[in-house]
């Protein structure tokens, strides 16, 4: 599970910081509104049973809520008064993973995924954590949100070694099925956002392909389950005027860098955050389809989009 807040530009998935406007005198122009977030940055559970997300409040708090895989009637498992929540799956989708972010102190927890009781599983200094998906392991990043270093470890943060340099930022990591890579955002000097691909040792660490500036920059990867491809969230934003933001989710073929925009369309919706199911036959996303953020799945070649969420 990965931490995301407002990116630099977009709407989810690389660090920033939501700041409201006040208008001091009538000339001042209106702050620029977004999407309502009523549902977002969902994970497919590793059996493929259920979908957990982030529904956030009008008073800058979140719940984790928890659907059958189909959709259906939500469930609340968490409320967060932070509004930092963000989940994730552990126990082979037995129980939910979420974790809470405080500054630059993270807390993992879990939770049945019928409800109960919470059980902090972790707190540590790092951000942006995932839990591998045998449970074993995690990856954080440590340092500045333009700064820092991947760090992987035993889940009870033990055994922590640095796997990259501290010359960009990184966040938003995915393990790959078998644990033995992770695709990450990549925060460059020029604040240019892209995935990258390594080793969970840190080795064999490259960009997995480009995008023109015309569609915009990569985030938020997901892997396929066969560890060949990974989805990722493309977008262009304008931070003072939303109603021309764009993204789409696109397809990388890990071997070759080729790219399929699987949602391309000219209207002016966010289709964001993916997660591939565990059988490879859809992915399930975030989108404003419908006017505001809500989760939707869509066959893995992008075709028969549904909204699973109201």
Known sequence: ????????????????????????????????????????????????????????????????????ASGGPARSLVHDASGSILGGWTMGGRQAAYAISAGDTTSLYRVPVEGGTPVRMLRLQGKSLRLSNDGRRIAYSVGAWTRGRVVVANADGTRARAITDSTAGWFNAAWSRDDRRIAITRLDSTRALAVWVLDADGSHARALA???????????????????????????????????????????????????????????????????????RTIVFQSTRSGRFEVWRMNADGSSPVQLTH
């Open 1 to 68: 599970m990965a931490l995301a807040v407002s990116s630099f530009g977009g709407s989810s998935g690389a660090p920033g910081v939501v700041a409201t406007a006040f208008a001091l005198e009538s000339a001042a122009p209106p702050a620029p509104i977004q999407p309502e977030r009523a549902a977002t940055l969902p994970f497919v559970s590793p059996d493929g049973k259920h979908i957990v997300y982030t529904r956030d409040l009008t008073d800058q708090s979140a719940d984790l809520m928890v659907i059958d």
């Open 210 to 280: 480009s995008f023109p500036d015309s569609v915009g920059r990569a985030q938020w990867p997901t892997w396929s389950p066969d560890g060949k491809r990974v989805a990722v969230q493309v977008g262009r934003y304008d931070r003072n005027d939303h109603s021309r933001d764009r993204a789409d989710i696109w397809v990388v073929d890990v071997a070759t860098g080729g790219t399929t925009n699987i949602t391309p369309g000219d209207d002016a919706w966010l289709d964001e955050t993916p997660s591939w199911s565990p059988d490879g």
